[in-house]
């Protein structure tokens, strides 16, 4: 099992960048493909971004694709989103999960554990 824990959320102006965290606890991280999903009010989860348990492959969707990265520390069971350009759209709640598929997956159901969340405002 392991324990995940965003951080780096906050208000932004529009065009402008953050960079979110997402902790995981246990000796484990390195076993787990890691994502980032995002829930605006009154919508449903979606997919942002995903990364194998190695960082070699990376996937994005195409909202993003460009302007965000992922990308993981094994070392410091982290992985991370950074976040450029951003525009009104990505207000949301991020969350962070994990899972031990084959390869990472854009369905939210596919993940087993899932972060508190951490809450990203973009501003006009």
């Known amino acids: 099992q392991v324990q995940l824990v965003e951080s780096g959320g906050g208000l932004v102006q529009a065009g402008g960048s953050l960079r979110l965290s997402c902790a995981a606890s246990?000796?484990?991280?390195?076993?787990?493909?890691m994502a980032w999903f995002r829930q605006a009010p009154g919508k449903e989860r979606e997919f942002v971004a995903a990364i194998t348990r190695s960082g070699g492959t990376t996937y994005y969707a195409d909202s993003v694709k460009g302007r965000f990265t992922i990308s993981r520390d094994n070392a410091k069971n982290t992985v991370y989103l950074q976040m450029n350009s951003l525009t009104l759209e990505d207000t949301s709640i991020y969350y962070c999960?994990?899972?031990?598929?084959?390869?990472?997956?854009?369905?939210?159901?596919?993940?087993?554990?899932w972060g508190q969340g951490t809450q990203v405002t973009v501003s006009s």
């Open positions: 246990g000796r484990t991280f390195s076993t787990y493909n």
């Open positions: 999960t994990a899972n031990r598929a084959v390869i990472p997956s854009s369905a939210a159901n596919q993940y087993d554990y």
